[in-house]
RNA sequence: GGAGGCUUCGCCUAGUCCGGUCUAUGGCGCCGCACUGCUAAUGCGGUUUGGGUUUUGGCCCAUCCCGGGUUCAAAUCCCGGAGCCUCCGCCA
């Protein structure tokens, strides 16, 4: 939800944003309008409310004659109050109605325009000439014993997948790297919990932008997350946070479930896209005025990461027309894909400003002691499975082995290489 | 799954049986002032949050876990829900 406020004091910068995501500029009237009928009839309900009490006082002090009469009255103006009191109900829903149908104001730096106008910022690491003809991670991952799809399909259905041998050790290796070099930056780790209540997911946007991705479990009115920022965001939801040392940061560790309705088609092959993965998350909890900085902060970790991989990516800024409902800004790191000869999404990081965290509830003291909405912000420290299949297609080698990133090493035995057949024990 | 207890303005707490003076008690903490060589102690005052309005002094409304209901009037009575705790059962 956008603060009315600004809204009040600047629909244009408002009515600007809609223009730049290509989204309804009149839906800023709508909301100007709905602000005001609303101010309006909480204004009467509040005064019928005022003298209705007073009447209800007098009641008690009223002699046996008056009384009768001071009753009546009372009730009387109890049945406006009532009446009153709806039409500030219905004004209020029209308010919040009107008022989530706007996604969050975008950063004034933000590239206008759809999908295709987003603008990389900068391209980093070498792309390789493969002198051999590349295969997908599919393949690799099946000859190295790492990927399982088959009897993925064969247990749980379509786009899911057993993890086995070196697969599985890559999945830890590659979630120990992110804690590990979360937690050296400063962020908390955290195992989230992948089940959640309704008010949860309805909190963080995601029954509304995303209804049709997400798993429910009717049984028990709960949801399967897609991102452990779901979790993270309502951890600390209607909370006044002290900030007073910095932002909360926390990495987020959890499965991650999507249904992945209408992407039929869509990378049918692998593991870049399933219905369920692993992740380590990144979350900030941070004043507005920092919000800006640490979105960057946020972005050095994930370029790092990349980095760490050894994988060559390039930094894209979404173009407002892409971003999603709740941020401000965001920037997508896509890394080569050989396969593909292109870039592929792996992280990315948006600054939501105050937009979730209005909705969630969660504030901190400013430097007056006044209670304001705090900014967060995320960022995927590591989406394992797609990871893993990047780190498969472009680290192969002609003979089928693939290199294994020296950062991963300490957690896959030390070893340098993935190669068909070989043994998993620690190298000497 | 069964039985019981609990949830009050940062923390602790009184109030709930028996509806109105609850415009919520007291303590701790915090802020200000006074006193005081300094500190401590003491005294006095202030200290939930959200909304509305404002001549920026204030004023009004809501807020006692949440949502309904009864009533002129609900922290208090009734119904539904959530969370926490204890015990029993089951369980990796």
Same mark, same amino acid.
């Given at each position: 939800m &956008?603060?009315?406020?600004?809204?009040?004091?600047?629909?244009?910068?408002?009515?600007?944003?809609?223009?730049?995501?290509?989204?309804?500029?009149?839906?800023?009237?709508?909301?100007?309008?709905?602000?005001?009928?609303?101010?309006?009839?909480?204004?009467?309900?509040?005064?019928?409310?005022? %003298?209705? =009490?007073?009447?209800?006082?007098?009641?008690?002090?009223?002699?046996?004659? !008056?009384? #009768? %009469?001071?009753? !009546?009255?009372?009730?009387?103006?109890?049945?406006?109050?009532?009446?009153? !009191?709806?039409?500030?109900?219905?004004?209020?829903?029209?308010?919040r109605a009107?008022?989530m149908s &706007?996604?969050?104001?975008?950063? #004034?730096?933000?590239?206008? +325009?759809?999908?295709?106008?987003?603008?990389?910022?900068?391209?980093?690491?070498?792309?390789?000439?493969?002198?051999?003809?590349?295969?997908?991670?599919?393949?690799?991952?099946?000859?190295?014993?790492?990927?399982?799809?088959?009897?993925g399909a =064969?247990v749980s259905g379509s786009r899911f997948y @057993?993890?086995? +041998?070196? +697969?599985?050790?890559?999945?830890?290796?590659?979630?120990?790297?992110? &804690?590990?070099?979360?937690?050296?930056?400063?962020?908390?780790?955290v195992v989230a919990p992948a089940l959640v209540r309704p008010e949860a997911m309805a909190a963080t946007g995601f029954l509304t932008e995303h209804d049709e991705e997400v798993y429910r479990v009717e049984r028990d009115d709960l949801y399967l997350v897609g991102t452990s920022e779901v979790p993270i965001a309502a951890m600390?939801g209607d909370?006044?946070?002290?900030?007073? %040392? +910095?932002?909360?940061?926390?990495?987020g560790w959890s499965a991650c479930f999507r249904r992945e309705a209408g992407s039929y *088609?869509k990378d049918? =092959? *692998?593991i870049?896209r399933v219905h369920w993965f692993d992740k380590?998350e990144?979350f900030?909890?941070?004043?507005?005025?920092?919000?800006?900085?640490?979105?960057?902060?946020?972005?050095?970790?994930?370029?790092? @990461?990349?980095?760490?991989?050894?994988?060559?990516?390039?930094?894209?800024?979404?173009?407002?027309?892409?971003?999603g409902t709740s941020?401000?800004?965001?920037?997508?790191?896509?890394?080569?894909?050989?396969?593909?000869?292109?870039?592929?999404?792996?992280?990315?990081?948006?600054?939501?400003?105050?937009?979730q965290?209005?909705r969630l509830g &969660?504030?901190?003291?400013?430097?007056? *002691?006044? #209670?304001?909405?705090?900014?967060?912000?995320n960022?995927?420290?590591?989406a394992i499975a797609?990871?893993?299949?990047?780190?498969? !297609?472009?680290?192969?080698?002609?003979?089928?082995?693939?290199?294994?990133?020296?950062?991963?090493?300490?957690?896959? *035995?030390?070893?340098?290489?993935?190669?068909?057949?070989?043994?998993?024990?620690?190298?000497?």
């Amino acid at each position: 939800m &956008i603060d009315l406020r600004l809204l009040r004091d600047d629909p244009d910068l408002v009515r600007a944003s809609q223009r730049a995501r290509g989204d309804d500029e009149s839906a800023v009237d709508r909301l100007l309008a709905a602000d005001t009928e609303r101010r309006a009839a909480v204004h009467r309900a509040d005064d019928l409310r005022a %003298a209705q =009490k007073a009447a209800s006082q007098s009641v008690k002090k009223a002699t046996p004659e !008056e009384r #009768p %009469a001071v009753l !009546e009255r009372a009730k009387a103006l109890a049945a406006e109050v009532k009446v009153a !009191e709806e039409e500030a109900r219905v004004a209020d829903e029209a308010l919040r109605a009107a008022h989530m149908s &706007i996604a969050n104001v975008v950063a #004034p730096e933000v590239p206008p +325009g759809g999908e295709d106008d987003s603008v990389t910022l900068r391209t980093v690491g070498e792309v390789p000439t493969y002198d051999f003809p590349v295969r997908d991670h599919l393949e690799i991952g099946t000859a190295l014993g790492a990927i399982d799809m088959e009897r993925g399909a =064969k247990v749980s259905g379509s786009r899911f997948y @057993f993890l086995t +041998g070196p +697969g599985a050790l890559l999945e830890f290796a590659l979630a120990q790297l992110a &804690i590990t070099r979360a937690v050296a930056a400063g962020f908390t780790p955290v195992v989230a919990p992948a089940l959640v209540r309704p008010e949860a997911m309805a909190a963080t946007g995601f029954l509304t932008e995303h209804d049709e991705e997400v798993y429910r479990v009717e049984r028990d009115d709960l949801y399967l997350v897609g991102t452990s920022e779901v979790p993270i965001a309502a951890m600390h939801g209607d909370e006044v946070l002290d900030l007073s %040392a +910095g932002p909360k940061r926390y990495a987020g560790w959890s499965a991650c479930f999507r249904r992945e309705a209408g992407s039929y *088609g869509k990378d049918t =092959k *692998g593991i870049i896209r399933v219905h369920w993965f692993d992740k380590v998350e990144l979350f900030s909890f941070c004043a507005p005025e920092d919000a800006a900085a640490e979105h960057l902060r946020l972005l050095q970790f994930e370029e790092e @990461f990349l980095q760490a991989l050894e994988l060559p990516y390039r930094v894209v800024d979404i173009a407002a027309g892409d971003l999603g409902t709740s941020a401000s800004r965001k920037y997508d790191l896509e890394a080569w894909f050989p396969t593909q000869g292109t870039y592929r999404e792996l992280t990315s990081t948006s600054d939501c400003t105050t937009f979730q965290a209005r909705r969630l509830g &969660i504030r901190s003291r400013d430097a007056d *002691g006044k #209670p304001q909405t705090v900014a967060t912000l995320n960022g995927t420290a590591c989406a394992i499975a797609r990871t893993i299949a990047c780190l498969l !297609e472009f680290h192969q080698r002609a003979d089928g082995s693939v290199h294994v990133p020296v950062a991963l090493r300490p957690w896959l *035995g030390g070893h340098a290489v993935l190669t068909p057949g070989m043994s998993l024990a620690p190298s000497a």
